[in-house]
């Protein structure tokens, strides 16, 4: 994302002119555009208009528009990210207090404009213009029979493509029967290798799986890459890197990002940073299971009493359409700051932010133990 | 009209899907024959009455497509020949049974109609019976205006003519095709005093199809190629199922080798097979001369079960293999797992139908502690814990490699005192374990007694192949209705394009009949039954057997899911309630936890949506709080959601299907029983 142009004040209004460059880009937006902000963006709408015969032409017309925001969607898949509202400028063909539909796209540039800049919205926009901060990596998670293909960004985990293949176990003398399913589930797996990794962006593939299935892999495609003349594996040969992971489903992902050998490709990025974030949770409650908490009920009563060292947290709950709501979070973030705690925001696309989403969406490591949390009522 | 039809209703539907009965002369058919061998007969009739042929309870027909004629079908399923959402049937016992090869012919849909108007000359009173696409406007309203146009059949006064009144209407629904067969109705006519009793039967049959076209024809079909299920209870198996159940050849028996990696079950196996005769000499010669190419010499016997490429060349097993061998009272199938950390998803999958089973140990100083998993968890522990949760109350402990440690008594009694105290903690009765101490390589004590005066000095117990033979026989379930896991999906030329290989946990099977195949909710047609390479004419619940499907794609015939009784289909579910055991581990289950979730042979990614109770180890009972988080050996209720929709069945009606095994992290973290499946039809409410 590229800041344009800026014109706020910190907790108080003003607007920002913003460029996504990235499919991350669009996802940041997605987090920064709340229900009540006003945006402006160029965009084309249907034009009815009477003709003195009395027939109805409908055209299509350029408009810069701003609205009122109402409601927000992301794609996840296709990446487009839709915003509908009010419009508030005066205008040849869009009445004001009409609806209309926002697209916002890649390379095309959109103004915020807010009544509270707060300081996680300013936080959004910095991590988001942060070039350095990328880490583009693309995973291949496999098993025998299924594969995963995902593109880590530094913000959202796209899975690109799921191959899955039925592989019978050996039968006697039908082993040839295995030996062609596992040839054949690999060559899917290789096709979605090459359509959607394109090594110019991608840093490095890890190639993942429990037991010998990622050296299986590995193997076909280089023997692959040879036989078809693959300039593109063949030119990055060194930059596809093995690793051990415990199954082939999507959450096992977390694991593969922890392995060291991944895990100092990417150590400065979000996601990085999540998983160990989240590690760190778990060993906690592992270790002294009185010094974790989650649930915003024990989060906030561990507040309270000044005992959050870590405060851990998705996306998700500052996007609540509860204006209140997400000042009540953000406010809670801030003070847990200005106590000296750690914050770590979790992007809800990434797993471990998923899986935090699920454990309810926030959660804490307590500098010293609260057993009486245990009684509480969640 | 009789009043009884009532009670008619609370009869199951009870469905042959095997040959069908020619209605005329009586000839068996093959399902795949459209019509009789021997009088032409189509099998329309027995496929609108799909229950022609009671073996003794003459002829009880029900018409199952509540009276639409071929032609109204066919119009209003206009879209594919293949479509099996019948717009008219009846929701309830819809029309599973009325795929594919069944849907008539565009000719036999012309020949239909044709009799249909031909008919029409011949029988008396048609104008007071509603013709069959009369019938499929009518039936949009109640069935009383057909019932009154039944009884207003101007002679009712005379009986014989009623019952033939009635018997048209029976004819005008079935749509009978053959001329043969409105010969035979003008017979009835002529003489119906001497069949009233049978007719009368139809007609009650009749009238409560009418009650039915009222009551079912409700404009909700969008589900209708999966029905509701009836409830098991109506289920009543076919005397086929049942008879021959306890001659027969010996029974089967499906036998897991488990326990830690490189303990020696393959090389246990391959052994074992060997000694039995069941390796050719020249296939073990051929064995013995390449794995001495490799450097691997001892890995021979092994090799005889690890047979794929990638497995002999790293001398460990990946996935299950199935070999076959006789003792005196059973026919073994041995499922050799794979012991290595990594591949335990293959094992649980490979292993879930096992139903007594070898955990081989290894003797050696320093494997057996590392099994037992003094560093990490080992296998032989994890192992034995899932072998529990499969339902195998019997256990046999190989303590193999008692060469290497100069076949010590003292060692034996350390690994059986080690170890025993961990399985009786699993839950493993002290008198259903069988201690044998072995030497796989050295062949002591495998299918003869032990020779080496070292063993034999202080072993006087049975040797391995004795112990095997004596394990209690497994409990077969004949009488509940079909249910095969598809433990595997493979092609090869004996079996044809798609064919299924598993364990028939209940009920039976046999060939020709239909299956209906779960999750996908397609019926297919068993072609051919095989086991160990041998056909069979019908396999019945205990058997490993293959089977060749006919009549579907192989898209729709994925491992993990069960060939089940086409009218009681297994309850697909992606939301479940657990109740789990929690093993040894040392992160806490928190929800939110993303795993694995293996059921029978099926696996699927899972999350825990939350924890309802905890269980208290002792009484069993709920914990009125709901607990923060889960530790090791805590048991507790619990919800999850899949990714997937899976085949399971609740525990108490089905155990086999309602087992569930819950891994997270490369380990087993639980183990569990399905309580509640919540059914996708609420979860679309």
């Not at chain 2, 479940?576 to 696996?603: C, M, N, R, S, Y």
């Amino acid at each position: 994302m590229k800041l344009v142009h800026r014109n706020l004040a910190r907790n108080g209004p003003g607007s920002a002119k913003l460029l996504p460059e990235e499919e991350d880009d669009l996802w940041h937006a997605y987090n920064l555009i709340a229900v009540g902000d006003s945006l402006q963006a160029v965009t084309v709408r249907k034009v009815l208009r009477d003709s003195a015969s009395g027939g109805r032409d409908a055209e299509r017309v350029k408009l810069k528009l701003e609205i009122v925001v109402e409601s927000v969607d992301y794609d996840k898949e296709g990446n487009v990210l839709r915003v509908r509202g009010k419009n508030i400028t005066e205008n040849d063909h869009v009445k004001i207090g009409q609806f209309h539909t926002l697209e916002l796209e890649l390379k095309r540039p959109f103004v915020l404009r807010k009544e509270y800049w707060d300081w996680l919205a300013l936080d959004t926009i910095q991590q988001a213009c942060d070039p350095t901060a990328s880490a583009d990596l693309a995973v291949i998670l496999m098993q025998e029979g299924l594969a995963h293909l995902f593109l880590i960004g530094r913000s959202i985990t796209a899975t690109r493509s799921r191959v899955e293949t039925s592989i019978p176990r050996k039968h006697g003398p039908a082993i040839a029967g295995y030996e062609s399913a596992l040839k054949k589930f690999f060559e899917h797996v290789l096709q979605a290798l090459l359509k959607h990794i394109d090594f110019e962006v991608v840093q490095c593939v890890v190639i993942a799986s429990p037991g010998f299935t990622k050296d299986q892999f590995r193997d076909y495609m280089h023997l692959e890459a040879a036989r078809r003349d693959l300039r593109v594996i063949i030119e990055n040969k060194s930059r596809i890197i093995l690793a051990h992971a415990p199954s082939g489903y999507k959450h096992s992902l977390k694991e593969v990002l922890d392995t060291p050998g991944v895990m100092s490709l990417i150590k400065d990025t979000k996601a990085a940073q999540e998983v160990q974030a989240l590690k760190e949770f778990f060993t906690m409650l592992t270790n002294d299971s009185a010094r974790a908490c989650y649930g915003p009920k024990h989060v906030e009563v561990a507040h309270e009493r000044l005992a959050i060292q870590t405060l851990l947290m998705t996306d998700t709950l500052f996007r609540n359409t509860d204006i209140a709501s997400r000042r009540k979070y953000v406010n809670l973030v801030e003070s847990v700051k200005k106590y000296g705690g750690t914050v770590h925001i979790f992007s809800s696309m990434h797993v471990s932010g998923d899986q935090l989403a699920q454990l309810t969406g926030i959660a804490a490591i307590l500098r010293f133990p609260l057993p009486d949390l245990e009684d509480i009522e969640m | 009209v009789p009043k009884t039809d009532n009670q008619s209703d609370l009869e199951g539907p009870h469905r042959n899907a095997g040959p069908w009965l020619c209605s005329i002369c009586s000839q068996q058919n093959d399902t795949s024959c459209m019509s009789c061998e021997v009088c032409g007969v189509l099998r329309d009739l027995s496929l609108y009455f799909n229950n022609t042929n009671e073996p003794e309870g003459g002829a009880k027909r029900r018409n199952k497509h509540s009276g639409v004629s071929v032609l109204a079908r066919s119009l209003f399923t206009p879209s594919s020949p293949k479509s099996k959402a019948i717009v008219f049937s009846d929701g309830f016992r819809g029309n599973k049974n009325a795929t594919g090869h069944m849907q008539a012919s565009l000719g036999t849909l012309h020949k239909t109609f044709m009799t249909h108007k031909q008919r029409h000359n011949i029988v008396p009173f048609k104008f007071d019976i509603p013709s069959p696409d009369d019938m499929v406007s009518i039936g949009l309203k109640s069935s009383r205006h057909l019932r009154k146009a039944d009884t207003s059949v101007p002679c009712v006064d005379i009986p014989g003519k009623m019952v033939m009144g009635d018997d048209d209407l029976v004819a005008e629904k079935d749509t009978s095709t053959d001329p043969s067969s409105s010969v035979k109705l003008d017979e009835l006519g002529g003489n119906s005093s001497s069949v009233a009793a049978n007719t009368r039967n139809e007609t009650l049959i009749l009238d409560n199809e009418l009650q039915h076209l009222s009551l079912e024809r409700k404009p909700k079909n969008s589900k209708a190629k999966i029905k509701k299920p009836v409830p098991v209870s109506q289920y009543k198996p076919e005397p086929w199922m049942l008879q021959g159940e306890d001659q027969e050849m010996p029974r089967q028996l499906n036998l897991a080798i488990v326990g830690h990696v490189d303990s020696g079950k393959s090389t246990l196996c391959g052994r074992l097979l060997h000694a039995l005769g069941r390796i050719s000499k020249k296939q073990m010669h051929k064995n013995e001369k390449e794995a001495k190419e490799k450097g691997k010499g001892s890995f021979a016997y092994a090799w005889a079960m690890d047979e794929s490429a990638d497995e002999r060349a790293r001398g460990i097993t990946m996935n299950v293999g199935v070999a076959y061998f006789d003792t005196k009272n059973y026919q073994v199938v041995m499922l050799d797992s794979p012991g290595h950390k990594d591949f335990v998803p293959n094992m649980i999958s490979g292993v879930t139908q096992a139903d007594a089973a070898v955990l081989v140990v290894d003797a050696s100083l320093g494997s057996f502690e590392s099994g037992m998993g003094v560093n990490g968890v080992g296998q032989t522990k994890e192992h034995s814990q899932l072998i529990r949760s499969f339902g195998v109350e019997n256990l046999i402990v190989a303590v193999n490699k008692m060469d290497s440690v100069e076949y010590s008594a003292e060692r034996f009694n350390y690994v059986k005192s080690q170890l025993g105290i961990f399985l009786r903690s699993c839950g493993y009765k002290e008198s259903a374990i069988t201690w044998v101490p072995l030497s796989a390589m050295e062949n002591e004590n495998l299918v003869t007694a032990a020779s080496d005066t070292r063993l034999s000095s202080w072993f006087h117990g049975t040797c391995l192949l004795e112990a095997i033979d004596s394990s209690a026989a497994p409990h077969r379930d004949v009488s509940k209705p079909l249910r095969l896991p598809i433990c595997d999906v493979i092609s090869s030329h004996v079996l044809g394009q798609v064919a299924v290989c598993g364990k028939v946990v209940c009920g039976a099977i046999r060939s020709d009949s239909k299956v209906l195949v779960m999750p996908s909710g397609e019926l297919a047609t068993v072609k051919i039954i095989e086991r160990d390479s041998s056909r069979l004419s019908s396999a019945r619940a205990g058997d490993n057997i293959a089977i060749g499907l006919q009549g579907i794609d192989p898209i729709h015939v994925m491992s993990g899911g069960v060939l089940c009784h086409p009218d009681y289909p297994v309850s697909v579910a992606s939301s479940l309630e657990l109740k789990i055991l929690v093993l040894d581990i040392t992160v806490p289950i928190l929800p939110g936890l993303q795993f694995e979730l293996h059921a029978h042979h099926a696996k699927v990614s899972a999350s825990l949506v939350r924890i309802v109770s905890l269980l208290d180890q002792k009484t069993g009972k709920a914990s009125a709080r709901k607990p923060r988080m889960l530790t090791a050996r805590q048991a507790a209720v619990v919800e999850v959601r899949l990714e997937r929709e899976v085949c399971v069945e609740e525990f108490g009606t089905l155990k086999a299907l309602g087992r569930a095994f819950l891994r997270s992290q490369g380990s087993t973290v639980a183990v569990g029983v399905v309580t509640r499946v919540v059914q996708r039809e609420l979860e679309l409410q």
